[in-house]
């Protein structure tokens, strides 16, 4: 007979990932399944299949992101710790990080929250990083009853801004509210004002109708299609319009008509005049430290009341017209 060998996890402190070794009994298993079984602190398929497609994943030294891949016994597959780790611990860290946040509180009703997200904050936990202190987390140390409203793991949640995005953000306080909430974006019931910078000089205003997807290659990217082929590529549609010209920058109003990935970013590169600081789908800027995006205002009907909430420039914002205007005047 031969000899049944155990699945073994092995920990190295000088290592980012943990690594397992398969076994006979699960020898010819999809690589996904095989996680979804392994990983105990993971809830949900999706969120495997998303951990393999983001590179979290080596087999053999080798990086797979397929999630329909057989392994084989005695494969050593190894997984970033980040979504390995102890879920208690994580709680416990992120307890006293949330302390630290500094939110603003636009509006508070029974219903709703009005929030101004700052840059550089996750609007919740993703498979990439769920170590990091987000506002879902903040979010649930002031009112401890969202954590049944909404999705699990995103409590209070109807709507997302990027990671670096600042800005006014809407945060339900009730199931109902969340429902509420979430029809309306999905119904483009609600009115979203962003500002940014972006490079050179664009025309005064005008729309950008071109479809979204997932880039083909680079999985984490979205791209701009030629025209809408498949169920994944979907239209988007932005209006702007400029606000101010500044020597090699322009400061733009934009209204998404959609909401796709990255729809702002995505579509000023495609115009050719991507967000300052945006190094995915530009580059780094000396002006400002992350991509010069703003969600300056929301507008909406709720209960049969109409509400209009905004919030100011950031201070990076800020300084970034105050150096361009200082370019300007010196000029004159």
Not at 71 to 94: A, G, H, L, Y
Not at 133 to 149: G, S, Y
Not at 258 to 280: C, E, K, N, S
């Amino acid at each position: 007979m031969k000899n049944k060998k155990k699945l073994t996890e092995t920990h190295s402190p000088s290592d980012n990932y943990n690594t397992f070794v398969v076994s006979q009994e699960d020898a010819g298993t999809r690589l996904d399944k095989f996680l979804f079984k392994h990983l105990t602190t993971i809830q949900s398929r999706t969120t495997v299949k998303q951990i393999i497609e983001n590179n979290m994943v080596i087999i053999n030294e080798k990086p797979i992101t397929k999630a329909n891949t057989l392994i084989k016994f005695d494969d050593i597959v190894r997984v970033q710790k980040s979504v390995t780790i102890d879920p208690e611990q994580i709680k416990k860290e992120k307890a006293e990080k949330v302390k630290e946040l500094n939110i603003d509180s636009i509006h508070q009703g029974e219903d709703f929250l009005i929030v101004n997200k700052p840059a550089g904050l996750l609007v919740h936990s993703t498979p990439i990083d769920i170590t990091s202190v987000t506002l879902a987390d903040w979010l649930l140390t002031k009112f401890p009853h969202v954590e049944d409203v909404g999705e699990p793991g995103r409590p209070g949640i109807v709507h997302r801004l990027d990671k670096n995005t600042s800005g006014i953000m809407i945060l339900a306080l009730t199931q109902d509210a969340y429902e509420t909430f979430v029809g309306m974006f999905k119904n483009r019931l609600i009115k979203k004002t962003y500002h940014a910078f972006v490079k050179g000089h664009p025309d005064k205003e005008g729309f950008i109708n071109v479809p979204i997807g997932r880039h083909p290659v680079h999985r984490h990217k979205m791209t701009t299609f030629k025209q809408k082929s498949t169920d994944k590529i979907r239209s988007a549609l932005t209006q702007y319009k400029v606000l101010n010209y500044f020597d090699d920058s322009t400061l733009i109003e934009l209204q998404p008509k959609t909401g796709r990935t990255h729809q702002i970013r995505v579509h000023m590169t495609a115009l050719g005049h991507p967000l300052l600081g945006d190094y995915i789908y530009g580059s780094q800027s000396t002006d400002i430290a992350r991509h010069a995006l703003h969600a300056h205002a929301l507008e909406f009907e709720f209960k049969g009341k109409k509400f209009y909430f905004s919030c100011p420039a950031p201070d990076d914002f800020k300084k970034v017209i105050e150096k361009k205007l200082a370019i300007v005047h010196k000029a004159e």
